[in-house]
Structure formats: C-alpha cells, structure tokens
C-alpha cells in the first residue's frame, strides 16, 4: 500500500506531463506541482514543529509580486528574482510573525489568521506594486536557455524538478540534529525546553526555510499561470495547502505530495462547480480530523508498522 | 568558585495576589543530597519551577556552582547543568527508547555519535534494559522514570532535580528507586521533593520544610520530623 501510494504520487505528474497531449491537464498537473511545493514547505512547519502558519499564502504572495515586479518593472531574469523575491518573503514572514511565534498550537494559528488578513489587504492597498483588486495579467513564464518564455511541458518539468529538490532538501534536514530538535519540540515543547533546547531559536528556523519555500512557491505560481491578485494569496489557500499536509499526512514526506495531487487539481477539475470545492474541502476538514488525524499517508505508515 | 552547588537567596515568586514562594533561602552544599518537603501546595513543585528556569521568580537570586541563572531562560539555566524530572513523568511517548534519551543531548554540545554511546552508558546506568527502538509509549510507569533519569543523565548535569521520583510506584520498585538515586549521588548533586517519608529519610542529608511558600525548617531528616511544627502541619494540630 505504502509502495502504491509512493509510485502513484511520483508517476501520476511524470506520465501525465510526458503523455498527455491536451495542454489543460498538463496545465492541472503543474499547479498540483506548485502545491505539492508549498506543501512539503508547510509540513517543515506543521508536521515537524507543530505549527499552523496561516500566513503561508501570503508570505507566498509577497514572494509573488516581488519577483513580478523585479522581472516586469526592473527587467531581471527570473531566475534571478525567484530567490530574491523568497528571501524578502522569507524575512518580512519572520518579521510579521515574531510577536507570534512564541505562542502555542491554536493561538499561532489564529494569530496567524488576522496576520495573513492584513497581508491580503496590503496587497489590495498597495497597487502600485500590485495594480490592488484587479491584479496583475500577463506575468511573462519563466526564461529558459534562449531567452524566451519555457513553453509546456518543459515547464512542468522544470517544477517537478523544485518539487524533487523540495523534497530532498526535507528528508535531509530531518535527519540533521536540526530535524531531531524540531520533532523534540513537536513532541513535547516543555519537555524539550528542560533539556536545554532553545524552543524558539529552533522555531524561528524552521519559519524561515518554511517560508523560503512559500517564497518559491509564489513567483513559480504567478510566473506559470501568468497572474497574480491578491485572491490568489489570501487566507483560503493557506488553509488549503494546510489542509493538503492534513489530509496527506503531515510529519510524513509523501503525505503532503499526496494531498496536494488530490486536491489541488479540484478547482480546475470543477470549474463549472466552483462552490462545489468548497464544500469538498469543507467535508475533507471534518472527515480528515474526526477519522484519519494522521492523514492517509501516516495512516497507511501506522497500519503498515502494526502487520 | 563557591562551595555550594545551589544558593537560592530570598527567592520570591506570587501568582496574582497569591504567594507561591516568599524569600526562600535554600543552600546546596556540593555532594550534599538535599530533600524538600511540605504540604500539597505549599510551593515544592515551583520552587523546582523556578530554579530551573521553567517559571521566572519575582526577585531575589539563584547561583548555581556561584554563576547568576536568576531569570535565565529555561535553555540556558539547562545548559548550564540544571536538569529535573517532572512529578508526572514526561517523556516523548511517540519516539523510540534510544531517541528518548538522545533527545536530552539536543540541547548540549555533543556529536551523535557520542551521543549515542553515552544514550546506552544512560540506559545502562539506570538499569533499562529494553529493546532501543521499542516506542516510549509502551513502558510502564516504573521504566518510564528510568528512561527519564537515562534522558537526563546524558546531559551530565551538575544538579539533578527530582519531583517525587518514587509517585506511584509499588514497595519493590520504591526500593529499588531509591539504590538508583542513591548511586547517582556520585555523579552529581541531587535535589529531590517526596511526600514518601521513607525516601526522604534514607537518602537526604537535610531537608527543607515548605509551608504556604514559606521554609519552616532546614535540618537533618530526623531532627525536622521530631520538629514540632513539622508534626502539627503534616499530623494536625487537633483543634482543625
């Protein structure tokens, strides 16, 4: 079963991308790709230190419009303004989330919440890097070699490669004593405290890669769907990737990729039914916490270790 | 340096209108097992709070070794060779046995794989001897303790305190406790708080009375039980 899921969560977007000839679905599998980024980003925060950032759709979306604007106002390769755009991310997420990171479980997140409502109405007020509510059309795609656009499914191949790195950079960090003091501290914080680990230190790091990933995450988003508005990053998609890690198995590596290719293709899937995903998501959060608390992925891990 | 391993001077601690600790002065000599005992909620277990930096005191000041902890961080006054064990025993129910006590070197300056040499040297030394990999969760509360004490002793602290070591366990096990607490003693200070009288007079050297977060005595285990006030706060006076 473990083998099952590894295989369809590593196969679905390869043979997706190199077979399918109609460029909607390839289109599908590339902004399940960006997600399934954003959401081994997220689970570096939540399943590993037990953090709910709720900030991370906006952290993401200031990574966004940085590089946007760092490519369509000031002319820089894309490649040069993804990361500079992550790190700004990186560290006005740190910034705007000190005051809270010392706080525990419920009240990060909900501090999170009115932190991420007050980004999404920055964007709104800012238009002279965002254009405000109507947002910013024609994002040029990310240059290759020769200068021009990266047409699909080179595109989509370019991003499974980040989500490939993403992940790799996760299962080695997690076995660094870095990784050790992270789950020391999800397990137990006072505990982990009285045996003289620095709780927010170690905290405030984890933050930082998580938010560095946003980062990437968002300039990779607007850059491949070629818009960006502040819907786009606003509080529903943090509670979507979270929901993504929840529902996949957080503190796991294939559980987020998992819900992130379960879910993420359901807006576009719906399109005629958009409230229709709402209410999918809505009933996923229930039956995900009331039934399988570990996810799919950590529930198919926990039968497997039992038999 | 200073003689004592533990000076706490005039340490003061309210909660609200209430007073937790009110001017405790309490010194550890070095080598010196010291007990503490007192009534539910005369302020034991925030003393032990307080000295390790899990609650920061009001005023006054804690030396460890003649070095200022006062209102350290927690992190910091554990680094510094502070551990305690908790009266309801904390460990990591979901990790396995070895990474129970490798998560007490996280905070110190090791390598892991010293690490894991001094993890069974710790295992070894409180006498758990149970699969490593085995999940936490699974051991019973006897074993449990033990792994603490493991999880605490890779650290090498210089004081280690402990919140009534012996609750819950039966008469055997009680036994046995206390031959282990008694064995560390070389190894480093030991500060123990226990209603278990039994304990407190066949390892502790002197004892410190707390009542409603004052110190009423600090004497030799038989002197304070012979001790008047001692013996209306725990028997009664017969007017209550």
Same mark, same amino acid.
């Given at each position: 079963?473990?083998?099952?899921?590894?295989?369809?969560?590593?196969?679905?977007?390869?043979?997706?991308?190199?077979?399918?000839?109609?460029? &909607?679905?390839? &289109?599908?599998?590339?902004?399940?790709?960006?997600?399934?980024?954003?959401?081994?980003?997220?689970?570096?925060?939540? %399943?590993?230190?037990?953090?709910?950032?709720?900030?991370?759709?906006?952290?993401?979306?200031?990574?966004?419009?940085?590089?946007?604007?760092?490519?369509?106002?000031?002319?820089?390769?894309?490649?040069?303004?993804?990361?500079? %755009?992550?790190?700004?991310?990186?560290?006005?997420?740190?910034?705007?989330?000190?005051?809270?990171?010392?706080?525990?479980?419920?009240?990060?997140?909900?501090?999170?919440?009115?932190?991420?409502?007050?980004?999404?109405?920055? &964007?709104?007020?800012?238009?002279?890097?965002?254009?405000?509510?109507?947002?910013?059309?024609?994002?040029?795609?990310?240059?290759?070699?020769? *200068?021009? *656009?990266?047409?699909?499914?080179?595109?989509?191949?370019?991003?499974?490669? &980040?989500?490939?790195?993403?992940?790799?950079?996760?299962?080695?960090?997690?076995?660094?004593?870095?990784?050790?003091?992270?789950?020391?501290?999800?397990?137990?914080?006072?505990?982990?405290?009285?045996?003289?680990?620095?709780?927010?230190?170690?905290?405030?790091?984890?933050?930082?890669?998580?938010?560095?990933?946003?980062?990437?995450?968002?300039?990779?988003?607007?850059?491949?769907?070629?818009?960006?508005?502040?819907?786009?990053?606003?509080?529903?998609?943090?509670?979507?990737?979270?929901?993504?890690?929840?529902?996949?198995?957080?503190?796991?590596?294939?559980?987020?990729?998992?819900?992130?290719?379960?879910?993420?293709?359901?807006?576009?899937?719906?399109?005629?039914?958009?409230?229709?995903?709402?209410?999918?998501?809505?009933?996923?959060?229930?039956?995900?916490?009331?039934?399988?608390?570990?996810?799919?992925?950590?529930?198919?891990?926990?039968?497997?270790?039992?038999? | 340096?200073?003689? @004592?391993?533990?000076?706490?001077?005039?340490?003061?601690?309210?909660?609200?209108?209430?007073?937790?600790?009110?001017?405790?002065?309490?010194?550890?000599? +070095?080598?010196?097992?010291?007990?503490?005992?007192?009534?539910?909620?005369?302020?034991?277990?925030?003393?032990?709070?307080?000295?390790?930096?899990?609650?920061?005191?009001?005023?006054?000041?804690?030396?460890?070794?003649?070095?200022?902890?006062?209102?350290?961080?927690?992190?910091?006054?554990? +680094?510094?060779?502070?551990?305690?064990?908790?009266?309801?025993?904390?460990?990591?129910?979901?990790?396995?046995?070895?990474?129970?006590?490798?998560?007490?070197?996280?905070?110190?300056?090791?390598?892991?794989?010293?690490?894991?040499?001094?993890?069974?040297?710790?295992?070894?030394? $409180?006498?758990?001897?149970?699969?490593?990999?085995?999940?936490?969760?699974?051991?019973?509360?006897?074993?449990?303790?033990?792994?603490?004490?493991?999880?605490?002793?890779?650290?090498?602290?210089?004081?280690?305190?402990?919140?009534?070591?012996?609750?819950?366990?039966?008469?055997?096990?009680? +036994?046995?406790?206390?031959?282990?607490?008694?064995?560390?003693?070389?190894?480093?200070?030991?500060?123990?708080?226990? @209603?278990?009288?039994?304990?407190?007079?066949?390892?502790?050297?002197?004892?410190? $009375?707390?009542?409603?977060?004052?110190?009423?005595?600090?004497?030799?285990?038989?002197? $304070?039980?012979?001790? +008047?006030?001692?013996?209306?706060?725990?028997?009664?006076?017969?007017?209550?």
């Amino acid at each position: 079963m473990r083998a099952l899921i590894i295989a369809f969560v590593v196969a679905t977007p390869l043979v997706a991308i190199l077979s399918l000839r109609d460029g &909607f679905f390839v &289109f599908i599998i590339g902004i399940a790709l960006i997600h399934m980024l954003w959401a081994s980003g997220l689970n570096l925060l939540y %399943g590993f230190t037990g953090l709910i950032p709720l900030t991370y759709a906006g952290i993401a979306g200031v990574s966004a419009y940085t590089t946007i604007h760092l490519v369509m106002a000031k002319g820089l390769s894309f490649w040069w303004a993804l990361p500079i %755009g992550s790190a700004v991310a990186a560290v006005l997420g740190l910034l705007l989330s000190l005051p809270a990171i010392r706080l525990r479980g419920f009240y990060f997140a909900l501090s999170g919440m009115v932190i991420q409502s007050a980004i999404t109405i920055a &964007f709104v007020y800012f238009p002279a890097y965002t254009n405000g509510d109507t947002g910013i059309a024609s994002v040029p795609r990310p240059t290759g070699f020769d *200068g021009r *656009g990266i047409a699909s499914p080179y595109m989509e191949l370019v991003l499974a490669a &980040f989500v490939a790195a993403t992940v790799a950079g996760v299962w080695l960090t997690m076995r660094t004593r870095f990784g050790h003091t992270l789950i020391a501290i999800r397990e137990d914080e006072d505990l982990a405290r009285a045996m003289g680990i620095n709780v927010t230190l170690n905290r405030t790091a984890a933050f930082i890669i998580s938010s560095f990933i946003a980062g990437i995450g968002g300039g990779l988003y607007a850059h491949y769907i070629g818009f960006a508005s502040p819907r786009a990053y606003d509080v529903l998609i943090s509670l979507n990737i979270w929901l993504m890690v929840a529902m996949g198995g957080r503190g796991t590596l294939i559980g987020p990729l998992l819900g992130a290719l379960l879910l993420a293709p359901l807006p576009y899937l719906l399109v005629q039914y958009t409230w229709i995903k709402d209410v999918i998501y809505g009933v996923a959060i229930l039956l995900v916490t009331m039934f399988l608390p570990q996810g799919i992925y950590g529930y198919v891990l926990k039968r497997g270790a039992k038999s | 340096m200073s003689e @004592h391993l533990l000076e706490a001077v005039d340490v003061s601690k309210a909660f609200g209108g209430l007073k937790a600790l009110s001017q405790i002065n309490v010194t550890q000599g +070095r080598g010196e097992l010291l007990g503490m005992i007192g009534p539910n909620g005369s302020g034991k277990s925030t003393f032990v709070n307080v000295i390790s930096g899990a609650l920061k005191p009001d005023s006054g000041d804690i030396r460890l070794m003649g070095g200022s902890i006062y209102r350290k961080p927690q992190h910091v006054v554990a +680094r510094a060779g502070i551990a305690r064990t908790f009266q309801a025993v904390k460990i990591f129910g979901k990790l396995s046995v070895l990474d129970n006590v490798l998560a007490g070197a996280l905070g110190h300056e090791m390598s892991r794989a010293d690490a894991t040499e001094l993890a069974k040297a710790s295992l070894a030394r $409180v006498g758990l001897n149970v699969d490593l990999d085995k999940n936490a969760g699974s051991l019973g509360l006897y074993d449990r303790r033990r792994l603490e004490f493991a999880a605490r002793l890779i650290s090498r602290p210089k004081l280690l305190m402990l919140d009534e070591p012996v609750g819950g366990l039966n008469p055997e096990e009680i +036994r046995a406790m206390i031959a282990l607490i008694q064995s560390l003693r070389e190894e480093c200070g030991i500060f123990i708080i226990e @209603h278990t009288m039994k304990v407190i007079t066949s390892l502790a050297d002197r004892v410190v $009375v707390l009542v409603n977060g004052r110190k009423l005595v600090d004497d030799t285990p038989q002197a $304070v039980l012979r001790h +008047r006030e001692v013996i209306d706060v725990y028997l009664g006076t017969g007017d209550a």
